[in-house]
């Protein structure tokens, strides 16, 4: 199995622990075949995180492909955060040398953070879904240089009344006009194991939006731990993939060099 969500010591939210050659060893002894870093790149985040140092990032990531050539094979990507305003910014970002996987994600809407719940200040837990929504399907229409959307239902995390607000039927018309957009562009999704982790009901996403998107044609999915610290690598692997093999999903997909690569699910 591969990895193809985490991040290490250069994300700012990272346990200590998440140093990149502790990310190696941990996911070694996990028995990973693959793992691909994806640190944060989050332009005008507004608790002014800062900005990637892509060039250390890159030699560091380097460094351990060469120390564990043939023990497991190692990516470089990053995580861009979308936002409407920052798309030149994130295609300089995107065409830096080197880059295997890049995943496309929201972190903030209308400029303010979904981690904290400003995003919803003044806010329906309704409305700010919606926003959210909105904000996705502005970026993914407008900038396509990603490979795969990062957590689409993340939003569901950060809702002042639980998951539980978040309702499926509510807001499928526009997860479908998202889909649509996204296969049309050649680009896929990820299931995101974190949300099992952080106490929801099920992954990222919700089953019926991997239902919704296989059934629209999509077949690029990716499969990501979002891990921040070496102990979570590879959360609930195995239960992934027999979701998506119920699913009818074959294949998931790994990214060398920006393109797919299909590995069959056992």
């Given at each position: 199995?591969?990895?193809?969500?985490?991040?290490?010591?250069?994300?700012?939210?990272?346990?200590?622990?998440?140093?990149?050659?502790?990310?190696?060893?941990?996911?070694?002894?996990?028995?990973?075949?693959?793992?691909?870093?994806?640190?944060h790149?989050?332009?005008?985040?507004?608790?002014?995180?800062?900005?990637?140092?892509?060039?250390?990032?890159?030699s560091?990531?380097?460094?351990?492909?060469?120390?564990?050539?043939?023990?497991?094979?190692?990516?470089?990507?990053?995580?861009?955060?979308?936002?409407?305003?920052?798309?030149?910014?994130?295609?300089?970002?995107?065409?830096?040398?080197?880059?295997?996987?890049?995943i496309?994600?929201?972190?903030?809407?209308?400029?303010?953070?979904?981690?904290?719940?400003?995003f919803l200040?003044?806010?329906?837990?309704?409305?700010?879904?919606?926003?959210?929504l909105d904000e996705?399907?502005?970026?993914?229409?407008?900038f396509?240089n990603f490979d795969?959307?990062?957590?689409?239902?993340?939003?569901?995390?950060?809702?002042?009344?639980?998951?539980?607000?978040?309702?499926?039927?509510?807001?499928?018309?526009?997860?479908?006009n998202?889909l649509?957009?996204?296969?049309?562009?050649?680009?896929?999704?990820?299931?995101?194991?974190?949300?099992?982790?952080?106490g929801?009901s099920s992954?990222?996403?919700?089953?019926?939006?991997l239902?919704?998107?296989?059934?629209?044609?999509?077949?690029?999915?990716?499969?990501?731990?979002?891990?921040?610290?070496?102990?979570?690598l590879?959360?609930?692997?195995?239960?992934?993939?027999?979701?998506?093999?119920?699913?009818?999903?074959?294949?998931?997909?790994?990214?060398?060099?920006?393109?797919?690569?299909?590995?069959?699910?056992?």
């Amino acid at each position: 199995m591969h990895d193809l969500h985490l991040h290490s010591l250069f994300s700012s939210d990272s346990y200590p622990s998440a140093t990149i050659e502790n990310m190696c060893n941990s996911a070694i002894q996990k028995g990973l075949e693959g793992i691909c870093f994806t640190d944060h790149i989050d332009i005008d985040y507004p608790t002014d995180e800062g900005i990637l140092n892509f060039n250390d990032y890159s030699s560091a990531i380097d460094e351990m492909i060469l120390k564990y050539n043939n023990r497991i094979d190692i990516y470089k990507g990053i995580e861009l955060g979308l936002q409407p305003h920052i798309f030149e910014e994130n295609s300089a970002f995107s065409a830096k040398p080197g880059i295997d996987f890049i995943i496309g994600s929201i972190h903030v809407v209308n400029k303010k953070e979904l981690y904290k719940g400003d995003f919803l200040q003044g806010k329906s837990d309704e409305d700010g879904v919606l926003s959210y929504l909105d904000e996705l399907k502005k970026c993914i229409s407008s900038f396509s240089n990603f490979d795969s959307l990062g957590h689409i239902d993340v939003v569901r995390r950060y809702l002042a009344n639980g998951e539980k607000a978040f309702d499926y039927n509510k807001y499928s018309e526009a997860l479908e006009n998202i889909l649509r957009t996204i296969i049309y562009m050649g680009k896929g999704i990820e299931i995101n194991t974190s949300g099992k982790r952080y106490g929801l009901s099920s992954f990222h996403p919700l089953e019926k939006i991997l239902y919704l998107y296989k059934r629209l044609g999509g077949e690029i999915i990716t499969l990501g731990s979002d891990a921040h610290s070496p102990e979570d690598l590879g959360y609930c692997f195995k239960e992934a993939l027999d979701l998506l093999s119920s699913i009818g999903f074959k294949y998931y997909c790994i990214f060398k060099k920006r393109k797919p690569s299909f590995i069959r699910i056992e």
